[in-house]
């Protein structure tokens, strides 16, 4: 059997509620950048980097 993997959001979830005064502020902050990082990573692969630096230079 294969090493167990956490993502990023399980671990942000599973750690959040070690810290008492937590308001869940970073969590989402963090969210935001997995989502954003996510679309990113979407539009490289589907339109290449190249056509997506082109794009917005225009």
Known sequence: MGPNFQTLGEF??????EFKYSTGEFSRLINALRLAVKVVNHKVNKE????IIWGCSK
């Not at 942000?12 to 509620?17: L, V």
């Not at 290449?48 to 056509?51: C, E, M, N, S, T």
Request: charge should be negative.
């Open 12 to 17: 942000i979830i599973e750690k959040q509620s």
């Open 48 to 51: 290449g980097l190249i056509d």
